[in-house]
């Protein structure tokens, strides 16, 4: 049995992961709360916990990286959050984390993320595992000069910059808007972008971005 913690500061996001995982025979949800510190003084109190889920984001916006070391000196650590940046990813690890996965993520894959982290695994998303390789293996050991995104991502990229919304992009690409989502989340993660503003800027400073281009 999987004793399983769930540490997200968003009610409906711990329970969109219960609604997924009350189902699965070998897990049991021990505890959902709103903070680390919560999680920690229970622990303390004796609760057995073996796996953490924990929303990196707990405290607006900065990452909490201390929640992930202190945590992971008492359980296994898979961290869930909104960011593919590699910058996060990279520092969950650092600080201890087992796994990565982003609220993006496939039920099946959340599931199967759990049992390996509970078995003494590592895990990331393969997409993450090529991102953050690219990170650490560039000279300086940062984020490449000029990360490389695939025609779609391109495209993308500069209809973002020029005011379009997914939807509108999705139209102009004859794709569906959840497959520009997918494109927006990847470029984020290689451009290490956070906002509208970043990705504006990304665009402008790529070779490839011109005003007058079409898609």
Request: net charge negative; charged share 25%.
């Amino acid at each position: 049995m999987i004793h399983l913690a769930i540490v997200d500061d968003h009610p409906i996001a711990r329970y969109g992961v219960e609604r997924v995982l009350e189902h699965v025979a070998e897990v049991a949800i021990v505890a959902s709360v709103s903070a680390a510190d919560d999680l920690l003084r229970l622990v303390a109190d004796g609760l057995r916990v073996d796996v953490v889920m924990l929303d990196l984001y707990l405290d607006g916006d900065t990452p909490s990286v201390d929640a992930v070391a202190h945590l992971a000196a008492v359980t296994r650590v898979l961290v869930m959050s909104t960011s593919a940046r590699p910058d996060d990813v990279v520092q969950s690890i650092r600080a201890g984390a087992a796994g990565y996965l982003t609220k993006r993520s496939e039920a099946d894959l959340v599931v199967s993320g759990l049992r390996t982290v509970a078995a003494g695994g590592f895990l990331l998303s393969t997409e993450l595992a090529d991102i953050v390789h690219a990170l650490l293996a560039s000279p300086n050991g940062g984020t490449a000069a000029e990360p490389r995104l695939s025609p779609r991502e391109d495209q993308t990229l500069r209809l973002l910059a020029r005011g379009l919304t997914h939807s509108q992009i999705a139209t102009r690409l004859g794709v569906r808007k959840a497959t520009v989502d997918t494109y927006v989340e990847r470029i984020r993660a290689k451009l290490n972008a956070g906002n509208k503003a970043d990705l504006t800027r990304a665009a402008l400073q790529r070779e490839s971005f011109s005003p007058d281009q079409g898609p």
